[in-house]
């Protein structure tokens, strides 16, 4: 694997695996990017149930990220060190439970639209479609010219 990371093109530039810390920064950024587009358009053009889905929605998905990272890093720190993984199952399923009673409170007291939350939570997808799509663009760059 180090010989396709250090890979040269004929223009001299070094292909190498992405910062992960960077990866996962432009990540989060694109998804407050994809909310905030969705919440602003949702206040705009729908009615005020579908922004407050879209805000919660989003919201949970920022939440449900971070909340995903942490538990990820921990889980599989010891595997670094040369001990086994370690992922407490409780703590890994509790976030699906947080993000449902939210949004099936929310939904019960008729503060938001169920579709709308879902759209929300969906901001991890968005924001990996930018990711590909900056990836791509990048790809063609820097590509041989034959």
Same mark, same amino acid.
């Given at each position: 694997?180090?010989?396709?990371?250090?890979?040269?093109?004929?223009?001299?530039?070094?292909?190498?695996?992405?910062?992960?810390?960077?990866?996962?920064?432009?990540?989060?950024?694109?998804?407050?990017?994809? =909310?905030?587009?969705? *919440?602003? $358009?949702? %206040?705009?053009?729908?009615?005020?149930? @579908?922004? /407050?889905? #879209?805000l919660l929605g989003g919201a949970l998905s920022l939440v449900?990220?971070?909340?995903?990272?942490?538990?990820?890093?921990?889980?599989?720190?010891?595997?670094?060190?040369?001990g086994r993984p370690r992922l407490g199952v409780a703590r890994?399923?509790?976030?699906?439970?947080? =993000?449902?009673?939210? *949004?099936? $409170?929310? %939904?019960?007291?008729?503060?938001?639209? @169920?579709? /709308?939350? #879902?759209?929300?939570?969906?901001?991890?997808?968005?924001?990996l479609f930018v990711e590909a799509a900056r990836q791509f663009?990048?790809?063609?760059?820097?590509?041989?010219?034959?």
């Amino acid at each position: 694997m180090n010989e396709i990371a250090d890979y040269k093109f004929p223009g001299g530039t070094i292909v190498a695996h992405a910062d992960d810390e960077a990866l996962e920064g432009r990540i989060f950024r694109a998804m407050c990017a994809a =909310v905030a587009v969705a *919440v602003i $358009a949702g %206040a705009v053009f729908a009615p005020w149930r @579908v922004t /407050a889905g #879209l805000l919660l929605g989003g919201a949970l998905s920022l939440v449900n990220h971070s909340w995903l990272r942490g538990s990820i890093a921990a889980a599989f720190g010891g595997a670094n060190a040369g001990g086994r993984p370690r992922l407490g199952v409780a703590r890994y399923v509790l976030r699906y439970f947080f =993000v449902g009673l939210t *949004v099936f $409170a929310a %939904a019960s007291l008729d503060l938001i639209s @169920v579709p /709308a939350a #879902l759209v929300g939570l969906c901001s991890f997808v968005a924001a990996l479609f930018v990711e590909a799509a900056r990836q791509f663009y990048f790809a063609i760059v820097q590509r041989e010219d034959n």
